[in-house]
């Protein structure tokens, strides 16, 4: 499960991500990769 804090970063970087799509795509494509580099690397915090 994801603390709250965890949920809320994550909207708050999709939100942020999507404003950026709307404004530049190579920088969303860079954004992109690294959330999802971070939340992988929360997740295998996650999973023991």
Do not use: G
Not at 13 to 22: D, E, L, R
Not at 28 to 47: F, G, M, Q, S
């Amino acid at each position: 499960m994801l603390t709250r804090r965890e949920k809320f970063l994550i909207f708050v970087t999709a939100v942020a991500v999507s404003y950026v799509i709307m404004n530049n795509q190579e920088t969303a494509n860079d954004i992109y990769d690294n959330v999802c580099c971070k939340i992988r690397k929360i997740k295998e915090k996650l999973t023991p």
